[in-house]
């Protein structure tokens, strides 16, 4: 079983920073890969970022070059920089955890964009 605890999210205005973390219950070694996703109102789940054990990264077309996703293996923490906020970045992020197949999620953080 692994927990997930993300946090960081708020209110920003347009063009804003977050930095959002996610904290897992178990070694970040033993987890295969983990990322974030968001859902917006009315839209479905969407994977933003995601990065593997060995460090490879990938990430949603309209957030690259804004969003950069790290990890801090000491701490056992993803962490998502996200800058250059806009109003349709608005959503409830979500942190996973790819652990033996089996794929695990945190509660969620908001993230508000609006002036």
């Known amino acids: 079983q692994v927990q997930l605890v993300e946090s960081g999210g708020g209110l920003v205005q347009p063009g804003g920073s977050l930095r959002l973390s996610c904290v897992t219950s178990?070694?970040?070694?033993?987890?295969?890969?983990m990322g974030w996703y968001r859902q917006a109102p009315g839209k479905q789940r969407e994977l933003v970022a995601r990065?593997?054990?060995?460090?490879?990264?990938n990430y949603k077309d309209s957030v690259k070059g804004r969003f950069t996703i790290s990890k801090d293996n000491a701490k056992n923490t993803v962490i998502l920089q996200i800058s250059s906020l806009k109003p349709e970045d608005t959503a409830v992020y979500y942190c996973?955890?790819?652990?033996?197949?089996?794929?695990?999620w945190g509660e969620g953080t908001l993230v508000t964009v609006s002036s």
């Open positions: 990065i593997t054990s060995g460090g490879n990264t």
């Open positions: 178990v070694n970040i070694f033993s987890i295969y890969a």
């Open positions: 996973y955890a790819d652990l033996d197949g089996m794929d695990y």
